[in-house]
Structures are given as C-alpha cells and as structure tokens.
C-alpha cells in the first residue's frame, strides 16, 4: 500500500528564519498527487498546497512544495517563518481511487 | 461553501460501551471519510464511502462500524470502547468522480475518552 514518512514530529524555528518540513512517500501507482494540510490550533484541518506535476513548484500562502517523483519527495518549505505558521502539519498522498494517506504529522513551532 | 457537522463535540465513554459518532455535510459532496487523529500517528483512515449506501475499509476498521444511509450524513460506530482509550475522530468530505487533487473537508472533530 501507500506510505507518507515525515521524518520530524516537532520543528522550532525562529520568527524570520527559512523553515522545511520534509516529506517522502512510498507507493506503486504511476498517477498520484500530493497534499499539504495544515491545521491550527482547536482548527480543522485545512488544505494548504497540492500538486501532481513533477517538478513544478506549487505556491500559497508563502509557502511552497515541489513535486520530486525521482527522490519520492514533496517537502514544504518557506523562507521567512511567522508566528502564525505555527500549527500541526500534515502530507498526504492519493493514488487513483478516493483514498487519502496521510504522513505522521509535523507540529511547526514558531518562536519570537 | 459548506460546512461538516460532528456531533457530538466531546464524548466519554465506558469500557467495553458501543458508541456512535455523527457527521452531517451540505457541500452535496459524494464520497464522506472517517478518520482517527492520534499524536505522532499523523491520520488514520477507518472508513471511507464513495456514495450513498457505500462502505469501504480504510487502514484501521477493526473495532469499527460505518453507516452512509444518506449522501449528506456518515456515521461511525466504535462497537467496544478501550479502557483509557484517547483519540480525536475526523469525518472529511470530497467531491468524487476524477478524484485527481480534490481537497478534502473536514469536520472539527470528535474527542473521544473512555473511562
């Protein structure tokens, strides 16, 4: 079946400073796409990017993700972190069907 | 828009007790998903359900029972509640069809403890 691996369960950063969530995934389907969610504190999760083209740069809200079919990657990254970044966030993966496999989860800490 | 409904916001339960969790969306999406949220365990599919009347495993449906007898409402039942079991429940929603990117919708949540 499908795998998402988010290596980092907790990352602190620094108000200003670059951040990276990494995302690596296993699976046997040729056709996917890739989901970040987002969800802040008593929130719901929310979508925050999603891709399925290999190697195109994906945008919103600040941060990006780019599809890495060649390395099974889609890590998240923004060059300047915010107070409000902090929240729990969450890789998934779809393969064809309606099924979506999330990763561990990433709690983003952004300190003053 | 729309909204997902999870009713009830808070539950607490006996051991061994049957318990059931409600969601209600009015996106008219087709296919309505449950999920289990544990810390360091990221989420967890239980029950998923393409349209009215279907069912269909996710990852964790043992200990689980699901109902879509409506497009718009998915209930899920937990048939023996874990002592000291502690968990977050999330009904999600999508359009179906060419699943592709479509996003998924989730509800607040449902938490969960048993005495």
């Known amino acids: 079946g499908d795998s998402v691996t988010q290596t980092e369960g907790l990352v602190t950063v620094t108000e200003g400073l670059p951040v990276k969530l990494n995302c690596t995934y296993q699976?046997?389907?040729?056709?996917?796409?890739f989901f970040w969610y987002v969800q802040y504190l008593n929130e719901a999760p929310q979508v925050l990017l999603k891709?399925?083209?290999?190697?195109k740069r994906t945008e919103h809200q600040g941060f990006h993700a780019t599809l890495h079919k060649s390395s099974s990657s889609f890590h998240l990254q923004k060059s300047s972190a915010q107070l409000s970044d902090s929240a729990l966030y969450y890789c998934?993966?779809?393969?064809?069907?309606?099924?979506?496999?999330f990763g561990g989860g990433t709690r983003l800490t952004v300190r003053p | 828009g729309g909204i997902i409904t999870q009713t009830p916001k808070f539950l607490i339960g006996q051991e061994g007790q049957k318990l059931t969790l409600k969601c209600q969306q009015n996106?008219?999406?087709?296919?309505m998903y449950w999920y289990r949220q544990d810390s360091g365990k990221g989420l967890r599919l239980i029950y998923y359900?393409?349209?009215?009347?279907?069912?269909q495993k996710g990852d964790l449906s043992e200990g689980y029972d699901a109902s879509r007898e409506k497009k718009s409402s998915f209930s899920l039942t937990v048939t023996s509640a874990q002592k000291n079991e502690m968990a977050v429940f999330l009904c999600?929603?999508?359009?179906?069809?060419?699943?592709?990117?479509?996003?998924?919708?989730f509800g607040a949540g449902t938490r969960l403890s048993v005495l």
């Open positions: 999600a929603s999508s359009i179906g069809g060419d699943w592709g990117q479509n996003t998924l919708y």
């Open positions: 699976t046997t389907y040729l056709t996917i796409a």
């Open positions: 891709s399925s083209t290999d190697n």
């Open positions: 998934a993966l779809r393969n064809a069907g309606a099924k979506l496999t």
């Open positions: 996106f008219n999406h087709d296919t």
């Open positions: 359900s393409i349209t009215e009347n279907d069912l």
